[in-house]
C-alpha cells in the first residue's frame, strides 16, 4: 500500500506562485507514474501534471508554460511548482501514484486527501 500527503496549499494573490509537494510512503518501488489532479467547486476533477519514472512530463493545456511538475526519488516526493496563478486556478489539488507490482501484477491507484489553492483576484 502507498500513503500519500500532500502540503503547500494556501491563499495567493493573482500572479503569485506557490509549491505543493506530495510525500509517498509504504510500498515506494512499485510506484510508476506520479501527478496531479485539481477539483474545483461544481467541476469535475481534472488532470493537471504528470510525471513517469523517467521522469517524462506532460500538462493540461490551462497550466503549460506556467506549472512545473518534478520528482525527486531519493525523498519519494513530487512537486508542483505553479507561476503566474489565476482566480481559474482555485481548486483542491490532489496528488496521485500509480502503482503496479512487478510481483503479482497488481495495479492501484492511490490520492492524497487534498490541498486547498485559493488564488484570489
Known amino acids: 500500500h502507498v500513503r500519500l500527503v500532500e502540503s503547500g496549499g494556501g491563499l495567493v494573490q493573482a500572479g503569485g506562485s506557490l509549491r505543493l509537494s506530495c510525500a509517498a510512503s509504504?510500498?515506494?518501488?512499485?510506484?510508476?507514474?506520479m501527478g496531479w489532479y485539481r477539483q474545483a467547486p461544481g467541476k469535475q476533477r481534472e488532470l493537471v501534471a504528470v510525471?513517469?519514472?523517467?521522469?517524462?512530463?506532460n500538462y493540461a493545456e490551462p497550466v503549460k508554460g506556467r506549472f512545473t511538475i518534478s520528482r525527486d526519488n531519493a525523498k519519494n516526493t513530487v512537486y508542483l511548482q505553479m507561476n503566474s496563478l489565476k482566480p481559474e486556478d482555485t481548486a483542491v489539488y490532489y496528488c496521485?501514484?500509480?502503482?503496479?507490482?512487478?510481483?503479482?501484477?497488481?495495479?492501484?491507484?492511490?490520492w492524497g486527501p487534498g490541498t486547498q489553492v485559493t488564488v484570489s483576484s
Open positions: 510525471v513517469t519514472t523517467g521522469d517524462s512530463t
Open positions: 496521485y501514484a500509480d502503482y503496479s507490482s512487478d510481483l503479482d501484477g497488481y495495479e492501484f491507484k492511490y
Open positions: 509504504g510500498s515506494i518501488f512499485s510506484i510508476k507514474t
